[in-house]
């Protein structure tokens, strides 16, 4: 089974702090993305990567940069949380294959900011 | 830039009922995917069926379907004999097929009540 795991399910940071969220994958992906879903608003992209060092920015960037320096390990970055970051965060990676289009999802990070 | 419109945040059905979900979404490009993903209150999302532009003939998985209607830009989600295990948001989904633009694009979720 491909499997997504995201470092933590709940997070509390305090405004101002800078945050990482981190995302492995296992199934030797390509394509890795960060999204963050807020009621009504459903699922926003904010950065994907398509390789190593590569990067993308989605609809969303400002206030969020990433790092991809392992193609397994897609990195979320808060330069300095604020409370309108305080969001579900959703990692996905997916293969480049047109008979593998699936995207596998983590779990999801809850971050709080106070 | 492509959009996708889920235009019903909410619907509820009777368990084993049929229900039917709506999305339409925009594009300029002639091939591409089209997803439902769905998400139980555990947070997992799930992949439910997918549907490639090139094929004309409808997905189904058991008891989802879809309709596709590409001049239309329509992709609606089939649900029968609804379970109560089938109470999630559902999320319409396209991805693009060049390299680079495999981005997924989601519309805004409907949340799916199955009333026992």
């Known amino acids: 089974d491909v499997k997504v795991t995201q470092s933590s399910r709940y997070l509390v940071k305090r405004t101002g702090e800078k945050v990482f969220l981190e995302c492995v994958q296992d199934?030797?992906?390509?394509?890795m993305f960060w999204y963050r879903q807020d009621p009504g608003l459903g699922l926003r992209l904010i950065y994907f990567?398509?390789?190593?060092?590569?990067?993308e920015k989605g609809d969303i960037p400002e206030g969020y940069s990433v790092s991809r320096e392992k193609k397994e390990r897609f990195s979320l970055i808060l330069e300095s949380a604020s409370t309108n970051q305080t969001s579900m965060y959703l990692c996905a990676s997916s293969l480049f294959n047109r008979e593998n289009t699936e995207a596998f999802f983590g779990q999801g990070t809850r971050l709080t900011v106070v | 830039a492509q959009t996708v419109t889920q235009s019903q945040p909410e619907m509820s059905v009777q368990e084993a009922e049929t229900v039917t979900l709506s999305c339409t979404y925009d594009t300029s490009e002639s091939d591409y995917y089209l997803f439902w993903y769905k998400q139980p209150p555990s947070r997992q999302m799930i992949l439910v069926i997918r549907q490639e532009a090139y094929k004309q003939q409808n997905a189904t998985e058991n008891r989802f379907s879809v309709n596709f209607q590409k001049a239309a830009k329509s992709f609606s989600l089939k649900i029968s004999d609804s379970q109560l295990g089938d109470a999630a948001m559902y999320f319409c989904a396209y991805r693009g097929t060049n390299f680079g633009n495999e981005k997924l694009t989601f519309g805004t979720g409907t949340r799916l009540t199955i009333i026992p």
């Open positions: 199934m030797d992906h390509e394509n």
């Open positions: 990567s398509y390789d190593v060092k590569m990067k």
